[in-house]
């Protein structure tokens, strides 16, 4: 797959893993593993696990842990394009002067607060005793002066592409518009929020995607936004 534009992101498969070519990439930027590592572990939750025979091996483009302005290339052993795609994000967001980070507020219908912490947590628990999965929403806000027209389609495109258990995306207050006067419809139109379906596999379900995958959520914007 390819997507994006002043930056571009190209994955193609492998064999025993993925090949990850990202152009538009900016000369003299810090990137480190520990940057690569950090979004990488947002995938994880209790009871889901990655491949521990992961490498990833960078061919071209950083040189102690600098771009050189060349297209970046990776070779990711053991990784699928949902990873290559997180580690495409943690260098387009290297490009972004903000922070980009979307985030789960809501799973299995409850809401993320910090007080039901405790009953998220059994949530999932008994998804995972069950073999099932509940769905969720994960919620990104940009600056309130960006205007989202312009990359509406390609990562509406983009996201539904990656991850068929996205039943919607929302920019702004969604269908909810139809009621909001000019004034509540411009507190709201910086965010973005994509909802998840139960992970419908029939082996290995992941108690519930939002949870694990607002990491590709915030990379894929990162990526359309330059």
């Given amino acids: 797959m390819k997507f994006g534009k002043n930056m571009t992101v190209e994955i193609v498969e492998i064999e025993n893993g993925v090949r990850l070519i990202v152009g538009g990439v900016k000369n003299g930027i810090s990137i480190t593993p520990t940057d690569f590592g950090m979004d990488l572990h947002r995938r994880k939750m209790e009871g889901v696990t990655v491949d521990p025979r992961e490498e990833i091996d960078v061919l071209q483009g950083i040189k102690d842990e600098v771009t050189t302005g060349e297209d970046i290339i990776f070779e990711y052993l053991y990784g699928d394009i949902l990873s ?67 990359i509406k389609g390609e990562f509406s495109q983009v996201i539904h592409s990656l991850m068929e258990e996205v039943s919607a995306i929302e920019f702004g207050n969604g269908i909810k518009d139809r009621r909001s006067n000019a004034k509540e419809y411009e507190l709201s139109k910086n965010k973005i929020l994509v909802t998840f379906g139960p992970h419908m596999k029939n082996k290995n379900k992941i108690p519930c995607l939002a949870g694990v995958r607002d990491v590709i959520v915030d990379s894929v914007l990162a990526v359309v936004l330059l």
Avoid: F, R, W
């Fill in 84 to 150: 290559a795609v997180v580690l495409a994000g943690t260098v387009a967001k290297k490009h972004i002067p903000y922070e980009l980070q979307a985030l789960a507020i809501e799973i299995g219908g409850i809401n993320t607060a910090e007080q039901n912490k405790d009953y998220i947590t059994i949530a999932i628990q008994k998804m995972l005793g069950t073999s099932d999965s509940i769905g969720g929403v994960v919620e990104c806000e940009l600056p309130y002066t960006m205007d989202l027209n312009s």
